[in-house]
Nanobody, 120 residues
Framework: QVQLVESGGGLVQPGGSLRLSCAAS????????MGWFRQAPGKERDLVAT???????NYADSVKGRFTISRDNAKNRVYLQMNSLKPEDTAVYYC??????????????WGQGTQVTVSS
């Protein structure tokens, strides 16, 4: 079993910054893609950003130039630096990981979500 635990959400004013962190633990052989998705009230869960084990990144158009995803492969952690936050960034942010377990089977895992609220 694998667990993803997020931290770093909260309330911030428009134009402010937050940094989300996610740590993966458990029966891990390796982690391919890690990333962040978000879900606003009444909307579907959408991609924010992903990063492969080799460091290749992908961003939603709405966050390009404002958000930066990074990861520490040795620590099985992924980060999301969010700058110039806007009210429309308000959502629950979920960590995602495609994990190869010690049984050599790849499975998708999600964190429990962390609330990010951008408001004055």
């Amino acid at each position: 079993q694998v667990q993803l635990v997020e931290s770093g959400g909260g309330l911030v004013q428009p134009g402010g910054s937050l940094r989300l962190s996610c740590a993966a633990s458990g029966s891990i052989f390796g982690i391919d893609t890690m990333g962040w998705f978000r879900q606003a009230p009444g909307k579907e869960r959408d991609l924010v950003a992903t990063i492969t084990s080799g460091g290749r990144t992908n961003y939603a158009d709405s966050v390009k130039g404002r958000f930066t995803i990074s990861r520490d492969n040795a620590k099985n952690r992924v980060y999301l630096q969010m700058n110039s936050l806007k009210p429309e960034d308000t959502a629950v942010y979920y960590c995602y990981a495609l994990v190869v377990g010690t049984d050599k089977v790849a499975r998708q895992y999600w964190g429990q979500g962390t609330q990010v609220t951008v408001s004055s």
